[in-house]
């Protein structure tokens, strides 16, 4: 593992990794690479991924080891240290899953096999295969079924053909279920594609109409793949009721298999978040507190840091999604400061991208409480995140948001030169430029009408024809867009249209 690699895994690493991985190490006697580790350690406190090369070269830290007195190579200790820190990682997860102990029966047996206890071998690969077709683990179960083959042709009994025959039978099932599975595996991430990539279908359309209780064989997993397939394209094609319907039939799925639930809950739980979204979209909330509460419940079973850090960042955006939009705003701010002590705790494990998204949603709840100072702050604050290509364009929104917050406050100062800066940005985009151009020339016109202190009516009546214009323009971008939206589209339309109607902008999110 290269020294970037590592800096990375150990930024990476919560409080938590990093006792266990120490404790490990002094069991170990890892004296030596303990001293490179500390070395890291300090280097990413203060170093990004994003910087590119570390500030401390390979031949430094060689050179530091050798002033030390260790004479192992950078390179050998690299190793120690990834290679203890996975393992630490490991034993950290108290919450064992059912995978993990197959995999370590499977491993047991090939020892076992080897050393000619074949009896006992092939009694390990029945227990481990048991588990692997009982939690539908099926690829394992077919590798578990060539070693029994294997191992019971070694045996010298009356019945190892017999034996052989049944395993050879239970490969050809589980190939089949595998061949199933595969198939809605495949197409639930060509949707997925088709999806994020905005891309218009090239084939024949998905049959809808097809039950996925008629799937055969009726695996848990090829009908979950059917399940997704069937939500993502309805959301491709824009139908936000339909993929709420279908997540809430993969939910049920769920809680008919508990068992799998509990196995794969990091899956379960992405499923849950997914269902909570197509229901903010849809603004259908029948299920929303019941299915918010689940998740609640999860996170008080007490569960490792990783899936700790994922429960509680989808808790808290499910619920500030949910507040904006019950008309619950008091709630949805308040709710920020523990998003930024979570951001805090959690770091390693919330993406810049989310982080975007909890910081946009607040400086839209500003908005709506009409906070404009705080929501200035938020802008600046959320600008100043380091680029991120995913979410990039929240950060672009966000200086247009600054210009309107800017109009609200009337800073006439800061407007002009606001605007241009934003115009030339804006000119060399590659992508929306028509959208971008639109907001900000008619953002231009209403600032230049704010900075000529004209008479209060004449001013009124000069904004408001500003602003029907302006309604006017979002109205026919709406129109002639066959896709998605910009994002930041809604916000800006509900702003000028509580400007041409004379309320304010809570009262249009209201409706």
Partial sequence: MRTKDLLILIKNLSKADKKSFTTLAEKQDGVQYLLLYKELEKISKTWSPENGVPPVSDAALALKLK???IKTSLATLRTYIADTILKSLRLLNDNENKRDKIESKIKNASILENRGLLLIAAQTLNE?????LYYQYHALA???LMSLVRVESQIDSRTYADSIKHYLGKIKDLVGHLDVESHHYVEYYHTFLRFRL?????HAPINVNQDFKEIVPPT????????QKLSLNALYLENNKEACLYSEQLLSLWQEQKEIKEERLSQYVRHLYNYLNFCVAEKNFQHYELYLNELKSIRQRGWHFDLEAELNQNILMAEQLYYLNTDQIESAEAL???ILSTIE???PKISKAREISFRYNNIIALFALQDFKNAQHQCIDLIEIEYHEHRHDIQLLAKVLQIIIYLELGNHKALDSIVIKLGRLFRYAETGRDFERMVLRNLYKLAKTYMENLPEKENEKKNKKHFELFYKDLLQYQKDTPRTLRTGFDEILF???SKVEGVTYREILKR
């Fill in 495 to 497: 702003w000028v249209q």
């Fill in 67 to 69: 002033k030390n007195g």
């Fill in 142 to 144: 077919i590798d578990i």
């Fill in 198 to 202: 905005g891309a218009q279908p090239n």
């Fill in 128 to 132: 481990a295969l048991e588990l692997a």
């Fill in 220 to 227: 848990f997993l090829s009908k979950m793949y059917y399940l």
């Fill in 345 to 347: 705790k959690y770091k």
């Fill in 336 to 338: 920020f400061p523990l």
